[in-house]
């Protein structure tokens, strides 16, 4: 079994189909009418911004994406992987290959928020480095959110004010 994950289209049908997938187990998990969660294909569609997605063996089994905040960090969106490829590796490689993008555009840091009925990502971004941090965007009080300080920024000397 070899997984790859890699940059691509937002737009393509793999990406589609997987975002839609998403989508639907999002908005029954939490039995909500829309399990976009806000997000839409132009979040990423700007600079410094990625989609991913990961292939076992050349199939579509998992994607996520970066998209920049105001804070000049990056928001790690769309985390997932099809029930039949979890605890393979997939979500790992996604999220190594938007973090290695992350820290080539020059990100600091990389956040993510989560939800509490998904433990699996929970346990996935703090077995990975993430540490929690308080709720950085929208109302719902039910979010976990997490940070990560990329390699590159824990290597810069701080700047003296």
Do not use: H
Request: net charge neutral; hydrophobic share 45%; aromatic share 8%.
């Amino acid at each position: 079994m070899t997984v790859t994950a890699r940059a691509e289209d937002i737009r393509s049908p793999d990406a589609v189909t997987l975002i839609d997938e998403l989508s639907a187990e999002l908005a029954a998990l939490y039995n909500v009418g829309d399990g976009r969660a806000g997000f839409a294909p132009e979040n990423v569609e700007v600079p410094r911004a990625a989609f991913v997605i990961a292939r076992v063996d050349g199939v579509p089994a998992g994607c996520g994406a970066i998209r920049p905040l105001a804070d000049g960090s990056v928001e790690v969106k769309r985390m997932y992987t099809r029930a039949a490829y979890r605890r393979r590796g997939v979500a790992q490689a996604v999220l190594t290959e938007l973090e290695r993008l992350a820290e080539q555009f020059g990100y600091p840091r990389v956040k993510l928020q989560t939800g509490p009925l998904q433990p699996e990502a929970a346990a996935l971004y703090e077995r990975v480095g993430y540490r929690r941090i308080p709720i950085f965007a929208g109302t719902w009080d039910r979010v976990l959110a997490y940070q990560k300080d990329l390699p590159a920024a824990l290597a810069r000397p701080e700047v003296a004010s």
